[in-house]
């Protein structure tokens, strides 16, 4: 009989897993089965804040991209982001970006040493960290901000609560403090647990939460996260074909 292969639990919004699964798929990765469970939502809400005068956007997530330009928002002079994959979703928005390497801090220190004329607005959801509008203000660069979508949170499915209480590997991608966080709250199970976590804070927001392997890539962005990923889907691969030799 052949090997069970291991699970690839994706928690983030629904569009975003799918990118994430797309993206292993074009590097030829397979061997497991993918479960989403979104943990958290992505609602638009809106309205975009009076842009009269403003020079440059500023996006922290490839959401906030999406939201602005489902609300109607045009194309401004200047566009900074947090990182590749939200750059990314600003040039498909018409966007001539530049991007941080993904933290809230390396955006604000690439904005303050680009020292462009303001105003500058940073759209994004419910759930923002890092004061990015309030840093560059104090920085001398003028920056307002507005709540363009909600993230409202989500429980765990079945077919993910079943997964995590099963006996096969899970191999589980955590992008935020926030899911980190949530994740943690959640009823645990007793499969093997193999978490990739974005950053250092995202790791800490599991708390004492108890998993097999805990790795952090060596820069907070979506590259990172996907090598790391696949080498843990390699590694729980072997683990499961070795398990399957001794109970043979």
């Not at 759930?127 to 990015?132: C, L």
Request: glycine fraction near 10%; aromatic fraction near 4%.
């Amino acid at each position: 009989m052949a090997p069970t292969p291991p699970i690839l639990l994706l928690t983030r919004p629904e569009a975003a897993s799918r990118r994430f699964l797309a993206a292993l798929s074009e590097e030829g990765v397979t061997g497991f089965t993918p479960v989403i469970s979104p943990l958290i939502g992505i609602e638009i809400t809106g309205p975009l804040p009076d842009l009269a005068g403003v020079r440059g956007a500023i996006f922290t997530s490839a959401n906030g991209v999406r939201a602005y330009a489902q609300l109607g928002g045009g194309v401004l002079p200047l566009c900074y982001t947090v990182g590749e994959a939200t750059a990314l979703a600003a040039r498909d928005a018409g966007f001539a970006p530049q991007s941080a390497d993904g933290t809230a801090d390396a955006l604000v220190e690439m904005i303050e040493k680009a020292a462009p004329e303001g105003p500058l607005m940073h759209l994004h959801g419910t759930h923002a960290r890092g004061d990015v509008a309030g840093r560059l203000t104090r920085a001398g660069i003028e920056t307002r901000d507005a709540v363009i979508y909600d993230q409202p949170a989500q429980e765990l499915s079945a077919g993910a609560k079943a997964a995590l209480d099963g006996d096969v590997p899970v191999i589980l991608p955590l992008f935020s403090p926030r899911s980190a966080a949530q994740f943690a709250r959640a009823p645990q199970g007793r499969a093997p647990l193999f978490v990739a976590a974005m950053s250092g804070d995202v790791s800490a927001a599991l708390e004492a939460l108890y998993v097999t392997r805990l790795e952090i890539p060596a820069r907070p962005d979506a590259a990172q996260m996907r090598s790391v990923v696949i080498g843990l889907l390699r590694d729980c691969g072997a683990l499961v074909e070795g398990r399957r030799s001794v109970e043979g």
